[in-house]
């Protein structure tokens, strides 16, 4: 069975920091390229991050760009989103994803690439 637990998220002030992490289960982790991506309720699903097999390639949204760092640990089979100086405009609910297919680094965004996709964790920025 395959499995995506995201946690991490949480109320914090403009300006914090979160880590968000998510431990996968039920496939060969290191043959997958991961993302996160984030949703506010009645908007599309929005990509912000993005990460190649070995850790290698890394790709971000313009608006996280300089905040944001994405991470993987293969053999803990964890994605990491380090998220610094956050704003209120980065409230949602974040989900990180899983691709088994060749992704080149500008595909990262494109969410139906992704196979596999967890619950979501909550992240509500405060002004």
């Known amino acids: 069975q395959v499995l995506l637990v995201e946690s991490g998220g949480g109320l914090v002030q403009a300006g914090a920091s979160l880590r968000l992490s998510c431990v996968a289960s039920?496939?060969?982790?290191?043959?997958?390229?991961m993302g996160w991506f984030r949703q506010v309720p009645g908007k599309e699903r929005e990509f912000v991050a993005g990460?190649?097999?070995?850790?290698?390639?890394?790709n971000y949204a313009d608006s996280v760009k300089d905040r944001f760092t994405i991470s993987r640990d293969n053999n803990k089979n964890t994605v990491l989103l380090q998220m610094n100086s956050l704003k209120p405009e980065d409230t949602a609910v974040y989900y990180c994803?899983?691709?088994?297919?060749?992704?080149?680094?500008?595909?990262?965004?494109?969410?139906?690439?992704?196979?596999?996709w967890g619950q979501g964790t909550q992240v509500t920025v405060s002004s």
């Open positions: 994803a899983a691709a088994g297919s060749l992704m080149l680094t500008w595909d990262y965004g494109r969410a139906w690439k992704y196979d596999y």
């Open positions: 039920g496939f060969t982790f290191s043959r997958y390229t």
């Open positions: 990460i190649s097999l070995s850790g290698g390639s890394t």
